[in-house]
């Protein structure tokens, strides 16, 4: 009996010790979301927290191309259908950076050619550009343009 009492402990410390190291990647990455404002959506840049589009934001007065995504423009789009993607990934954007804290992680290089800060949102540890990917409004950046008509 004393052995199968053992052998339970053993598999209940095993199992929930298990289930605690999985989760706590997650757990310590939402606890180094540490970025937060209270975003609006803004048409032209200057302000201090704002929406441009599904790939574009001002943060903290700095402007910050999203680097993993790339989203339609809504500024001259090429076709309605990218205007109305465009609309569509600007508003989710807004949804999310409003949701709560998130990290803002640095990449290979830190500006683009128009002097926008390259930097890939994220939330828990997710990418925030792969959740409106996985959602259809967005595609994974592979440099170039390509068309959303």
């Given at each position: 009996?004393?052995?199968?009492?053992?052998?339970?402990?053993?598999?209940?410390?095993?199992?929930?010790?298990?289930?605690?190291?999985?989760?706590?990647?997650?757990?310590?990455?939402?606890?180094?979301?540490?970025?937060?404002?209270?975003?609006?959506?803004?048409?032209?840049?200057?302000?201090?927290?704002?929406?441009?589009?599904?790939?574009?934001?001002w943060y903290r007065g700095s402007k910050i191309r999203?680097?993993?995504?790339?989203?339609?423009?809504?500024?001259?789009?090429?076709?309605?259908?990218?205007?109305?993607?465009?609309?569509?990934?600007?508003?989710?954007?807004?949804?999310?950076?409003?949701?709560?804290?998130?990290?803002?992680?640095?990449?290979?290089?830190?500006?683009?050619?128009?002097?926008?800060?390259?930097?890939?949102?994220?939330?828990?540890?997710?990418?925030?550009?792969?959740?409106?990917?996985?959602?259809?409004?967005?595609?994974?950046?592979?440099?170039?343009?390509?068309?959303?008509?």
């Amino acid at each position: 009996m004393s052995r199968f009492l053992s052998l339970t402990l053993m598999l209940s410390v095993a199992i929930f010790g298990g289930a605690w190291a999985s989760s706590y990647p997650a757990q310590a990455a939402a606890a180094r979301d540490s970025e937060k404002a209270a975003f609006g959506l803004c048409k032209h840049g200057g302000a201090p927290n704002c929406v441009v589009d599904g790939d574009t934001i001002w943060y903290r007065g700095s402007k910050i191309r999203i680097a993993d995504i790339d989203t339609p423009e809504t500024h001259q789009p090429r076709c309605a259908a990218e205007a109305a993607r465009g609309a569509a990934a600007t508003r989710r954007l807004h949804q999310l950076v409003n949701a709560g804290p998130f990290t803002l992680q640095s990449i290979n290089r830190d500006e683009d050619r128009y002097g926008r800060k390259l930097r890939i949102l994220t939330r828990g540890g997710q990418s925030l550009g792969a959740v409106l990917v996985a959602e259809g409004l967005a595609r994974f950046y592979e440099g170039g343009r390509r068309s959303w008509c």
